[in-house]
């Protein structure tokens, strides 16, 4: 499955995978989330930013997801910290995932830069939408992207 993924710009987070410095992803909320319950190994991850939502320019691979069960707040805060090397969360993210009662990670590999695609019909209210869109191809103009551009 593909999904189109909204990273944090002002958090320089597709720098970041492209640079191979942040290798995880990170999803919580406070009551279960079924937008990251799709997400799965293999499945392919198309990120734009939250400042060219209308642009997808990089893509990497989803090669391990955690789901948690239901955490304390304690137990929010000291799952994120464990994995902080892997997420590289600036404060202001950390903050405002940490005491989340339910928690996604998502690792991805293999992220590489390509060149912009287009999309129709997307917005992003929240620098860290999530939308789980099937095939990427249903939602490109004018490009067919295929599993052989990997």
């Known amino acids: 499955m593909d999904h189109v993924v909204c990273l944090d710009d002002r958090a320089m987070?597709?720098?970041?995978?492209l640079k191979g410095n942040k290798s995880m992803l990170l999803r919580g909320a406070d009551q279960l989330n079924h937008t990251y319950v799709n997400v799965s190994e293999g499945d392919v991850l198309y990120f734009t930013d939250s400042r060219l939502?209308?642009?997808?320019?990089?893509?990497?691979?989803?090669?391990?997801?955690?789901?948690?069960?239901?955490?304390?707040?304690?137990?929010?805060?000291?799952?994120?910290?464990?994995?902080?090397?892997k997420?590289?969360?600036?404060?202001?993210?950390?903050?405002s995932f940490a005491g989340k009662r339910y928690l996604v990670f998502i690792a991805v590999k293999n992220v590489e830069e390509i060149m912009p695609i287009p999309v129709v019909d997307l917005s992003f209210p929240d620098p860290d939408?999530?939308?789980?869109?099937?095939?990427?191809?249903?939602?490109?103009?004018?490009?067919?992207?295929?599993?052989?551009?990997?």
Request: charged share 25%; hydrophobic share 35%.
């Open 13 to 17: 987070e597709m720098e970041n995978l």
């Open 129 to 150: 939408n999530w939308i789980p869109v099937g095939n990427i191809n249903l939602i490109t103009s004018n490009r067919i992207v295929s599993d052989t551009d990997f």
């Open 53 to 85: 939502a209308g642009e997808i320019r990089a893509r990497g691979i989803v090669s391990y997801v955690y789901r948690s069960d239901k955490l304390s707040v304690e137990e929010s805060y000291e799952t994120i910290i464990k994995n902080q090397d």
């Open 87 to 95: 997420l590289q969360l600036p404060d202001n993210q950390f903050y």
